[in-house]
């Protein structure tokens, strides 16, 4: 059973969600995929479909529009999966916090639909291309 | 006619942005278009209404990740004019080595995306890495790849020290000569001519009538710069020239977003070279009298316009923020029209807005069979009509960047 | 007894599916290459099927429950069976049967069923878009791929892939002469369909359809559906080895790397055709192609 | 920009727009502000959009307790200078012409006002909402002094209308 769980820290399938961001945390997520930090080295792989997914690169604090989307994809992921929440925005909603139209950052929606839900929090604004592989790394640790 | 239209959620593989555009169609030609926006809404005006004037740079800034300068920027401006206090020189010129470094990373990487529309992915990849060295030299400048937090009304928050100057200095000149090179490769290519002549055209009318701002406005022969009209000191003394092109097409638009680089590059070599040594770099505002004032400023993609009416208390009582692709968006209705399916990536590419919405064009058909394309499906239609243009100009295909 | 070890070990399941895994990571690697990219690990297709063996597998409820879980397996074993008749002839363990190329080939065909039983029980409209176009995509290529089969056999004068090895051994293998080039080349864009590569990957277009035809699949059935194709990326540059080569095992191999880069070169260089684009392509450039070597086959060239 | 051609843009305003404005002050170089009642910001607007030559920036609306005044920025980019036409819409009578009918560039600013107001805007081709989502609870104009922050929260957005 071991080496399935070691295998799964080989290859992780990534999908990308976009929640309220500033778009920032979305150019460093590309820029992940560009020469010069290029992950597939780690077997990341960016797919098509929350099916496939492992892990849910969500950018920015979820505002009232985006929530349910952002939960119905949740649901879809088969289960061992990993949501990672980019920058300061999803870790804690950031500078907006505090605004009518936010409810509340990744992990306390999150919570509401799965409380055991695994996450990762990579903070900074937007946070390094470095940091992000390193945060990806480590989250597979919790799995 | 019946249309029924389905519309699916935003979430979508390669999405940047959650953005939604939907073509009324007629086979092949572009009818209607309508646009559906709000994803992205924080209520960033309300919480400006809670935050003391020297807290909102911050909050300004994450308006939007690409240019996210160009708001503090204007911001500080609309004080100041509210103020009626002058900026020390060096501090005006630490402010224009900060902006036009933003310029030219958002246009390099609107030029990656461009060649990323057409399908030449090598494009996309060659410009994205050029990009790098320019946002290395923005962290060595002012310690951040994006939010720079430079700017506070009344000046700048942190100075430039020598060795910074030095670092900065000696590595712009190496981002010429790529930036050249994406020139060339761009504007001398006869399928890109072909491909990018002709089509998504906005007259200058419409530009007038849409208030149309920015590389979408100047493409169309309208020479409206910010830079230019409302001149900062620090912009009096310094040798650049606004580039605007006539036939208002998807070309042109590259056409003066490329050229503009140059100038970006020119401009902060020489705002670097004559920083006026030693000046305090902040005028200090102690407090806000009661009144308004307006900032604006020439974001990479448009101007920036930033309201301000103060009360007298240290919060404002009204901060008005309108981003340049609100007036710029509307005017997909105008270029769009009559164009195929395949050249909308381009068109709404054109406009550089700032989300990027080719993603997701619900193409309605008006024998209401509503057909979703997506990102990928424009894309490969754009390069399957680059390979046509290719084989009428009897050139072969690039080898191995046509793959997406 | 034998045969059950042939068919599960050595030319069978395992060896088929370690070899195949490679040929996955190459190609996976040397896409990267082009565009200076490192590229993954040597192990990263095992690593891909046991991450999705460990994953939780996710039923539809409109889809028929054990319908879609024995739909890969039951790919995955076909494919197998076709790796395992052609290998054995090809090592000359022991004697095929007459007609064996035709079951091969429809054996290769199979998973595709499968995967359009999965796509339309699914329910998900993205996903029914997908299973029409990879029914289109299956009848086109399959025309011109029969024609070249017939045009081997008929020179060879019998359906047993022994026979056309031994013909091919006694006077030159097809490849040497211009019908058989002409033959490989349509052979290879077949097989770059059949196998759902970039040009001709309408069915699970990544982000077109958000990767249309497997949308639902996931964990274990998604692991039998990569390990059929990856198996498969090993079979079919064997088939096309016995077909046009047939001589001894180190010429084959040279042969099988030849193919491989091929493929890659195709995938690397074009832009994914629109289906009404595809089948034009098949039924008109191809089996003109197709007919053409038959001609030149018959006229002795 | 001399003072000359500063006092000479002002001069020549007053002399066209005499009747239809209130009182037209410029505190700064090359600010100019122009107070006008809500009937007649059509026609200034209008008539500085097409004839003075003006492009429009942008426009906003302030809650100044008696009512919501509109500010419409325009700015004259050869002659360098940013004129705003400020009306008060009384809370009373919360409407207004609106000036997108004609002109393109006004849409979308109208409807975000009207969203984020209340203003309504008469003859204005598709008042939709535009940027709050349609699950945000109806009557409520966020941008309005007396709506807090804290007023809507998680549970008062109703989800079901947001189109799944």
Known sequence: MNILKKSFKKSIWVFHLSTAACNNCDIEVLELLTPRYDVERFGIKLVGSPRHADALLVCGAVNAHAKPRFLEVYRQTPKPCLVVAFGSCGCSSGIFRDSYSIVGPVDKVLKEEDPDAKIVYIPGCPPKPEAMIEGIIKGLEVI | ?404 | MKLLFYYLVFPGFLFASVIGLLTVWLDRKVSARVQWRYGPPWYQGFADIGKLLYKEVIIPEEAFGSGFIAAPLFGLASVTLAITILCVSFFGISEGFIGDIIVVWYLFAIPAIALIYIGSTSGNPLSSVGVSREIKLLLSYDLPMVIVIVIMASKAGTFSIKGIMEWQMVNGSNISNWYGIIAFVVAIFCVQAKLGRVPFDLAEAETELGSGILLELSGGVLAAYELSKAMMLFGLPMFLIILFWGKGIVGGVLMYLLIIVLLVLIKNTNPRVRIDHAMRFFWGWMSGAAVLAAILAHLGA | MSKRENGKVMKDLKKKLKKKIIDIAQPREKRIYIRVEPEKTPEVVEYLFSKYKCKFCTASGIDMREGIEIIYHLAREDKNMVINVKTLVPYSKLEIESIGRRIKAFRWIEREINEMFGVIFKGHPDMRRLILPDSFPKGKYPLRKDFKNSDVTDEDYDYERSGI
């Open chain 2, 1 to 404: 006619m019946k249309q029924t239209i389905i519309p699916l959620g935003p979430y979508h593989p390669l999405l940047e942005e959650p953005e939604h555009f939907k073509l009324y169609v007629e086979g092949e030609r572009v009818v209607d278009l309508d646009v559906e926006i709000g994803y992205n809404h924080r209520g960033i005006e309300k919480l400006a209404e809670g935050k003391t004037w020297d807290q909102i740079p911050y909050l300004v800034e994450r308006i939007c990740g690409i240019c996210s300068t160009s708001h503090p920027m204007a911001y500080c401006l609309a004080v100041e004019d509210l103020v009626g206090c002058d900026v020390p020189k060096r501090a005006q010129l630490i402010r224009v080595v900060v902006c036009e470094l933003e310029r030219l990373h958002s246009h390099l990487l609107w030029v990656g995306l461009a060649g990323h529309f057409i399908g030449y992915n090598t494009v996309w990849m060659w410009a994205w890495k050029y990009r790098e060295t320019i946002l290395e030299i923005c962290e060595k400048l002012t310690g951040n790849r994006n939010h720079y937090a430079m700017f506070k009304p009344g000046g700048v928050r942190r100075d430039f020290n020598k060795e910074q100057i030095e670092y900065a200095l000696e590595h712009i000149v190496d981002v010429e000569k790529p930036i050249r090179m994406l020139t060339g490769a761009i504007l001398d290519d006869p399928v890109i001519h072909k491909r990018l002549k002709g089509i998504g055209v906005l007259t200058k009318k419409d530009a007038i009538d849409y208030s149309a701002l920015g590389p979408t406005s100047r493409g169309s022969g309208v020479p409206w710069d910010v830079r230019w009209d409302e001149p900062l000191d620090g912009f009096k003394d310094l040798k650049w020239k606004v580039i605007v092109q006539k036939d208002g097409d998807v070309f042109s638009k590259s056409v003066v977003r490329l050229l503009e680089c140059f100038e970006s590059v020119s401009l902060i070599k020489q705002a670097l070279l004559n920083l006026p040594e030693g000046e305090a770099i902040d005028a200090d505002i102690k407090e806000v009298p009661p009144g308004e004032g307006c900032g604006r400023y020439e974001a990479p993609r448009g101007e920036v316009f930033h309201y301000v009416r103060s009360d007298g208390s240290n919060m404002p009582y009204r901060h008005k923020v309108r981003a340049p692709t609100f007036n710029n968006l509307p005017t997909f209705k105008a270029s769009c029209k009559g164009e195929t399916i395949a050249d909308v990536a381009l068109i709404t590419a054109s406009i550089d807005p700032c989300y990027c919405c080719t993603e997701r064009v619900a193409v309605v058909d008006k024998n209401n069979n509503e057909k979703i394309l997506r990102e990928k499906d424009l894309l490969r239609l754009s390069v399957d009509k680059t390979k046509s243009v290719m084989k009428k100009l009897g050139k072969t295909p690039p080898l191995y960047n046509m793959e997406i």
